[in-house]
């Protein structure tokens, strides 16, 4: 079976930290740009990170950028999203996804419709 599974998210104090971590199975993940996801209540799924099959190019939403880093460990089929100094505004559910492409013209870095398999998605909740 084909999937990508999330774990990691949990209940962070503000100024927190949580590494939410996305494990391929059925799949090479190194074949794949991985990019995270989030969906805040009442509000739609953005994304807050990318990076490249290598790994060697990575791309950042403004709110996060100097907090959160995004990496990978091809060897073990796996995405790492690493999010420090936490905000109640970063709760949501994390999604990671994968994708063929990491950048497209009409779309950025990411387009949902770019992404070919997604995870259940992980809570993470920030708040004191």
């Known amino acids: 079976q084909l999937q990508l599974v999330e774990s990691g998210g949990g209940l962070v104090q503000p100024g927190g930290s949580l590494r939410l971590s996305c494990a391929a199975s059925?799949?090479?993940?190194?074949?794949?740009?991985i990019a995270w996801f989030r969906q805040a209540p009442g509000k739609e799924r953005e994304g807050v990170a990318s990076i490249s099959s290598s790994g060697g190019n990575t791309n950042y939403a403004d709110s996060v950028k100097g907090r959160f880093t995004i990496s990978r460990a091809n060897a073990k089929n796996t995405g790492y999203l690493q999010m420090n100094s936490l905000r109640p505004e970063d709760t949501g559910i994390y999604y990671c996804a994968a994708s063929l492409l990491y950048y497209s013209s009409s779309g950025g870095y990411y387009s949902e419709a770019d992404y070919d398999y997604w995870g259940q998605g992980t809570q993470v909740t920030v708040s004191s």
């Open positions: 059925g799949f090479t993940l190194d074949l794949y740009a």
